[in-house]
């Protein structure tokens, strides 16, 4: 029996004339970015400080015979050497959130075996981080080379070399899930639409790398660690379990990263070098990742998944239901489990009505890099899949790609999915026809012809239409197993708002690292809104894990909706306690007074009223002019949790809510396929997304062109790919190839607002969108361009050689 | 990602520099130019030279003349001097639209024309450059200075016929007529290009007098493309010419598969490529006229 | 031996400056560590990404592919050179107003580099600084509000001059 509490949060109502709320203010974060003083983890290393380098494997699967640190330990300026072994001494394994923790053990440093190529096997403690690559050259590693295993299908075949031993095979994870009636679905289904498709693995690379440092004090015990990562306020136990120190004397501060795109969320192992390096010295230690450690060693490759999927489909075009079966190549480790395929489930129908689903994932161990988080955790791949099978379908079908997406429409919210999910709001309609109208589609595909039957040329046109689920909640954890081993339910987000004596506003945010995101502006401008301040007035503050207030910090577009519930609350406590001031000052009961304009005043009369800083410093101040149950001062926090998530069913038949604030979108990339090349140009490109409520409308606009350009490198440029033996191909950026200027078009953004009903002023999250849309968008613009070849592209990314031998095979076959 | 320690010298004279690497030889010394090749494979100590001889403060090699029809280029003149400089444009306009897609603005700014020669990389546009235009290479050594034919110049991919002692001190490019084109295909703008393809063409009467073909990334250094040269000349430049001189160019090539693209792409792209040059090189042979 | 320090002089933002130095030690590291110049940031260290970007007499390069004592003698520029006190450049009022930054990183890089673009072609359509700013990656931004800020900078900076001149005449 699937039993499920469908029960929803209250409907809000929102103001609409709002003052700061949706303005695209600059935003209050920049100026010291602009002026060079950004405060980056780099910046804060100090003379006295020592560096870490980690010498990593040049093998993707081997047995470390012997370690020789003799020559390096020796070495001008090293303070230590610590090899794996030692290491494993000193930490216990890293977190993982995979399926068998003890089965697939991993630690900061191997210690028997290296998984892959890049992981760190020793590291050397010196006085620059020179002197510490220097030595780290003269550590002697006698390796025993094992067969390696690189493609994760062959990885499932019997006999394969195993990654991990204990697990006894390579699947770290094979269960199938059904929503719903998959069998009478298909079996009333008009035609069922196959593909098999590939999508490879790319990864986040801010241009900052990861980073930590740490200064352990023997007096005291405790250990203070600076990094890019977040503060980790809810999830403390992450570094403090792995160090063996107790979170209470452990600080977790997060300073300004220079990029994330999810690849800096929980990067625990920076932290724990570090930690463990400092306790072994005795003084502060910096571990910088380098390019290569980033590339090769940094936990946050992405998705790599191949897919074999049926869409079952009336001849009318309506959708009706979908068989999804995945293997991910998750890498030698798995730290987050399978979580990328919860943020596929949370939308894995699309904006369309399809009825079921069966959704079968296996995970795959292999001698890679892991997997971690890349802006979108796994749904932007199934976005790409799903677009890619819809406009098959419509070829196959002899359809008009847009009327079929179209006809398929969620209109009634909120609407559950077949996974539990809901989608609180939306209207796909007026983003599809805003984004026809912006990328001027009819006009595109006359030219498109035109330029095939005059000139030759094969241009495509990519439209295609998905969500942008946001606010990830815990009870994603639970999915995947009949007794989860972490049955979290929180996901708290905190802000403390201070005003001081002469009303001066300082919010604290916790754990909530700035990862090129704004939560600075977000905040000033959600307090502005509140109070009726200037945003620049506001002050930020972020504080550490220590004294630090339940947080989770960004990931899963959430910091902007999370941040506004937690602001919302402090606001409501503070406007409290300053209406009962007010009253007691104007003599008058409070029931009477009413906010305007940045004060209370008495309804009616408004002569009569006292400011926000009136107010503030008789709180301070004038103690003796309150009755005794008035405290001084002005000042609150909210601990706001996520405000919709209900437990999946005991069955997994259901998976609850858990991703609820569905934002949309519609992408439309014009391209032309240089047939003789395999190059890709733009034309032309118009992007409509719907993230609810705005707050700062371009620097929405701007996470949509930079989401954009990291979509158009995973589609086109970027691949981690390692060859037959598990060497890694791409270690520079000569190779791993990230779109410059050059490859990225200027977009037309159209906005699209359909407010939440369950989150403050109606926003959604919208951090992740652009990469969640345009690999899809472009894998369906070329096959658009290629169609008259006969050639249909399966694989990301689509670089010249792929498309040029797809072009090829197409000739020949024909 | 910082480069090994090395000894260090900044000599003022291509004799003083030649001296030094005589004396440093069993360090594996080596000269720094611009850098923009050598530091980066430091940096990932790929390379680990024992000495470096800096050749920054040697004056004698900075410098760009035309002597008597031949463009001469000392080795240190930074690319993007090359880039900007008149006389290159005048005489040598092949080595002005190549050098212009070499890298980014940036790094012409540092790196120069000899060291991108002498790095040899077969990606590289100047040793195709060099090779298409008949450039002359001057060398100075313990035992005096030599001047090598850029044909026998390039030995294999950052191999050249430079000794450990010699120093690349000028850049000898006779003047050609007729039409030029440097086209080439990089998969992100700037970088290293899959192919690329120099070309400079002469047309009298109507009929092709004299062809240069060097291509860049199908084989172990740039390379001429002599078959395709020979299906030119005297030949009428049309289309089927052009297209004749497209497929001589790839007959026989056998370039190596990397991550970006497999033989068969490469020579795919060279095909195209060729094409490519030669339609501009010609038309503007005959702009020319 | 091979750590022996070579003694340099340069110039950096005007002021001058004397180091002893490593002869491996690179620029990017000079600046930065040496001399506490931390708006100068260290990407890639193989000269692809920019986000070392600093001007050498002018010229825009890459600090992570230089070695300080290539700079003996040269006149360096840096980010912290950019604003005068509380005014800030130009470029640095465009890219707050057209939000040409996100994380920042890459930001004081394709501000030095902008420089030197608006330096050479003070007025660049949007395609020529698209081309140019090609040399220096961004993560975040997707170049777009880059372009148009080094655009209307150019502008406004042309407006400044003419503005100078006029005053003058
Ligand atoms: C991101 C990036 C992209 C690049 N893209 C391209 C590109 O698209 N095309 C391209 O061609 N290049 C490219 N390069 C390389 C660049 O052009 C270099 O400047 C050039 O290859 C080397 O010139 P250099 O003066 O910097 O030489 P250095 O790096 O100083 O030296 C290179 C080698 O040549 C030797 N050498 C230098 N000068 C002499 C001399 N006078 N006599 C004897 N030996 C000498 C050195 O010892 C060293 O072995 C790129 C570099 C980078 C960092
Ligand atoms: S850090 Fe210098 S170019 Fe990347
Ligand atoms: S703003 Fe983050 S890299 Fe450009």
Redesign the interface.
């Known amino acids: 029996m699937t039993i499920v509490d469908r029960s929803a949060p209250p409907v809000r109502t929102h103001k609409d004339n709002r003052k700061w709320v949706g303005k695209s203010i600059r935003r209050v974060e920049d100026p010291k970015f602009l002026r060079g003083g950004g405060g980056y983890i780099a910046d804060l290393v100090t003379p006295d400080m020592l560096h870490v380098a980690v010498l990593r494997s040049p093998h993707a699967h081997a047995r470390i015979a012997a370690i020789d640190t003799v020559a390096a330990l020796s070495a001008p300026g090293v303070h230590a050497v610590i090899t794996g072994a030692r290491a494993a001494a000193l930490c216990d394994p890293l977190p993982d959130f995979g399926p068998d923790p003890a089965n697939h053990t991993w630690r900061c440093l191997a210690v028997d075996t290296v998984r892959y190529v890049g992981e760190g096997v020793a590291v050397v403690v010196a006085d620059d981080r020179y002197l510490a690559e220097d030595a780290a050259a003269l550590i002697e590693v006698e390796y025993e080379p094992l067969d390696p295993v690189v493609d994760p299908e062959r990885a499932l075949a019997e006999g394969a070399p195993l990654v991990h031993e204990p697990l006894g095979s390579n699947c770290a994870y094979d269960r199938t899930f059904d929503f719903g009636d998959v069998e009478t679905d298909f079996a009333e289904a008009d035609v069922v639409i196959r593909d098999r498709l590939r999508w490879h693995r790319s990864g986040g690379q801010p241009l900052e790398t990861v980073g930590a440092i740490a200064d352990f004090d023997h007096a005291t015990g405790e250990l203070t660690v600076h990094t890019n990562s977040l503060s980790f306020t809810s999830y403390l136990f992450m570094v403090a379990g792995t160090l063996k120190i107790p979170t209470n004397k452990l600080d977790i501060i997060p300073v300004p990263a220079g990029g994330s795109f999810g690849s800096k969320l929980f990067a625990t192992k920076p932290s724990v070098i570090a930690g463990m390096c400092s306790r072994e010295v005795g003084r502060p230690v910096v571990y910088l990742e380098d390019r290569v450690d980033n590339m090769s060693n940094c936990d946050h490759h992405g998705s790599d998944r191949v897919y074999e999927v049926e869409l079952a489909m009336m001849r009318d075009g309506t959708m009706r239901s979908l068989k999804i079966d995945t293997i991910d190549d998750y890498g030698a480790y798995i730290q987050f489990g399978v979580g990328h395929h919860g943020n596929a489930l949370a939308q894995v129908t699309g904006p369309y009505r399809i009825g079921s689903v069966r959704y079968r994932v296996r995970a795959v161990l292999t001698n890679k890099n892991q997997q971690g988080a890349y802006r979108g955790f796994g749904s932007e791949v199934n976005n790409w899949m799903l677009e890619q099978m819809v406009d098959k379908a419509a070829r196959e079908l002899g359809l008009d790609p847009v009327q079929v997406r179209r006809q398929n429409f969620v209109r009634t919210f909120p609407h559950f999915i077949p996974t539990g999910n809901v989608y609180d709001s939306g209207n796909y309609d007026a983003v599809l026809d805003q984004a026809l109208k912006l990328s001027d589609y009819d006009r595109w595909r006359a030219e498109q012809r035109r330029l095939l039957e005059e000139e030759g040329r094969y241009i495509g046109i990519g439209l295609i239409t998905a969500q942008e689920r946001s606010v990830f909640s815990a009870t994603e954890f639970w999915f995947w197993f009949d007794e989860p081993g972490a049955p979290v339910t929180s996901m708290p987000e905190s802000v403390t708002l201070k005003v001081d004596a002469t009303g001066g506003i300082t919010a604290t945010l916790y754990s909530c690292a700035f990862w090129g995101n704004s939560p600075e502006t977000m905040v000033a401008q959600m307090v502005a809104e509140e109070f009726d301040v200037d945003p620049y007035s506001v002050s930020i503050v972020y504080r550490g894990s220590r004294d630090g207030l339940p947080a989770t910090g960004p990931g899963g577009s959430r910091t902007t909706v999370m941040l506004a519930g937690a602001v919302e609350g402090a606001t409501a406590k503070i406007k409290a306690k300053a209406r009962q001031a007010a009253a007691h000052l104007l003599e008058i009961d409070p029931d009477d007074l009413e906010w305007v304009d940045g004060g209370y005043q008495v309804k009616g009369v408004p002569e009569r009223r006292k400011s926000l800083g009136d107010i503030a410093i008789a709180l301070h101040l004038f103690k003796h002019s309150f009755p005794e149950e008035i405290e001084s001062g002005l000042e609150d926090s909210k601990v706001f949790d996520h405000p919709y998530t209900t437990m999946p069913s005991a069955d997994r038949k259901d998976l609850g809510v858990f991703y609820p604030f569905m934002g949309h979108a519609c992408h439309v990339p014009v391209i032309e396929v240089d047939i003789e090349t395999g190059g890709v140009r733009f034309l032309s490109y118009a992007a409509v997304h719907d993230c609810g409520t705005l707050v700062n409308p371009r620097s929405l606009a701007g996470h949509i062109v930079g989401g954009t350009a990291q979509g158009i490198g995973t589609a086109l440029y970027e691949e981690f790919a390692y060859d037959d033996d598990g060497q890694l191909q791409a270690t520079s950026f000569l190779d791993y190839l990230i779109p410059s200027a050059m490859e990225v078009p200027e977009l037309k953004i159209g906005h699209a607002e359909t407010p939440s009903p369950y989150t403050p002023h109606g926003i959604k999250g919208g951090g992740e969108g652009g990469r969640m849309m345009a690999p899809a968008a472009l894998n369906v613009a070329v096959n658009d361009a290629l169609a008259p070849l006969g050639v249909r592209v399966t694989e990301l990314p689509m670089t010249p050689d792929r498309l040029l031998t797809a072009i090829r095979n197409a000739r020949e076959s024909r | 990602m910082k480069p090994p320690p090395f000894h260090y010298a900044a000599p003022s004279s291509v004799a003083e520099a030649v001296e030094l690497l005589v004396a440093h030889a069993a360090a594996e010394p080596r000269v720094l130019a611009g850098g923009q090749s050598l530091i980066p494979l430091m940096n990932f100590r790929l390379a680990q030279p024992g000495h470096l001889i800096d050749l920054r403060n040697v004056a004698e090699l900075d410098g760009i003349r035309v002597d008597g029809g031949v463009l001469v280029i000392g080795a240190m003149t930074r690319q993007s001097v090359v880039e900007r400089s008149p006389e290159v444009a005048l005489t040598a306009p092949l080595l002005a639209e190549a050098v212009g897609l070499v890298a980014h603005a940036p790094i012409r700014n540092s790196g120069t024309i000899g060291g991108s020669i002498a790095h040899a990389d077969p990606a590289a546009e100047l040793p195709a450059v060099a090779l298409a235009l008949d450039a002359e290479l001057v060398a100075t050594g313990p035992e005096g200075t030599r001047t090598i034919p850029a044909a026998e110049f390039l030995l294999g991919p950052f191999s050249t016929a430079l000794r450990p002692d010699e120093i690349l001190t000028e850049i000898r490019i006779p003047r050609r007529g007729g039409g030029h084109a440097f086209v080439e295909f990089a998969r992100t703008h700037g970088n290293f290009a899959l192919v690329g393809v120099a070309a400079q063409v002469e047309i009298e009467a109507g009929r092709v007098a004299r062809a240069a073909i060097a291509l860049t990334g199908v084989a172990p250094t740039a390379i001429r493309a002599t078959a395709a040269e020979n299906a030119l000349l005297g030949a009428a430049p049309g289309a089927e010419t052009i297209a004749a001189a497209a497929d001589a160019a790839v007959t026989g090539l056998t370039p190596a598969a990397d991550l970006h693209a497999s033989a068969a792409t490469r020579v795919a792209l060279a095909r195209s490529y060729v094409h490519r040059a030669l339609e501009r090189a010609i038309s503007r042979a005959q702009d020319r006229r | 031996?091979?750590?022996?320090k070579?003694h340099i002089t340069l110039t950096v933002n005007g002021r001058p400056v004397s180091a002893d130095v490593?002869?491996?030690?690179?620029l990017v590291?000079l600046l930065?560590?040496d001399l506490g110049?931390?708006?100068?940031?260290?990407?890639?260290?193989?000269?692809?990404?920019?986000?070392c970007?600093v001007l050498?007499d002018g010229?825009?390069?890459?600090s992570?592919?230089?070695?300080a004592?290539?700079a003996?003698g040269a006149e360096i520029s840096?980010?912290?050179g950019?604003?005068q006190g509380a005014t800030?450049h130009p470029l640095?009022e465009e890219?707050?107003?057209k939000?040409g930054?996100?994380?920042?990183?890459?930001?004081?890089g394709m501000?030095m580099?902008a420089c030197?673009i608006i330096e050479r072609n003070p007025d660049p359509t949007?395609e020529q600084?698209?081309?140019?700013?090609?040399?220096?990656?961004?993560?975040?931004?997707?170049?777009?509000?880059?372009?148009e800020a080094v655009v209307d900078a150019a502008k406004r900076m042309r407006a400044d001059s003419d503005s100078t001149t006029g005053a003058q005449t």
């Open positions: 031996m091979t750590g022996q070579r490593e002869p491996r030690r690179l590291d930065r560590e110049l931390h708006g100068t940031h260290i990407g890639c260290e193989h000269g692809v990404c920019g986000t970007t050498r010229a825009s390069i890459r992570c592919i230089t070695f004592v290539q003996d840096t980010v912290e950019l604003a800030l640095q890219f707050w107003e939000q930054l996100q994380c920042g990183y890459c930001t004081p501000l580099r030197e949007p600084v698209r081309e140019e700013i090609a040399s220096n990656l961004c993560r975040c931004t997707g170049y777009q509000f880059i372009t």
